[in-house]
Nanobody, 119 residues
Framework: QVQLVESGGGLVQPGGSLRLSCAAS????????MGWYRQAPGKQRESVAT???????SYADPVKGRFTNSRDNAKNTVYLQMNSLKTGAASIYYC?????????????WGQGTQVTVSS
């Protein structure tokens, strides 16, 4: 298992930036995919970004060009750089890690960190 702890959330003005961090207590070397989901009040959880074990990122359409997802295996940490943030309801961002070990899949989730964009 990989234990994940998110940090970096908070209140930011529209157009501002935040960087979220996801620190893993276990090695993320075995993690096939790591990334982020977010959930706003009254809405379903949605995928935001992913990054593979090889460091290849992908993004949901609403954040393309504004967010950057990266990982540092040596530091056991995943980062989500969020630029040009837009006003909206506060969202909880959840870090996750998917491990594939001996043909078994293990999904690991952090507890989340809140991001609020408001003037």
């Amino acid at each position: 298992q990989v234990q994940l702890v998110e940090s970096g959330g908070g209140l930011v003005q529209p157009g501002g930036s935040l960087r979220l961090s996801c620190a893993a207590s276990g090695s993320i070397f075995s993690s096939y995919v790591m990334g982020w989901y977010r959930q706003a009040p009254g809405k379903q959880r949605e995928s935001v970004a992913t990054v593979t074990s090889g460091g290849v990122p992908s993004y949901a359409d609403p954040v393309k060009g504004r967010f950057t997802n990266s990982r540092d295996n040596a530091k056991n940490t995943v980062y989500l750089q969020m630029n040009s943030l837009k006003t909206g309801a506060a969202s909880i961002y959840y870090c996750y890690a998917i491990q594939l070990i001996d043909a078994d899949r293990y999904d690991n989730w952090g507890q989340g960190t809140q991001v609020t964009v408001s003037s």
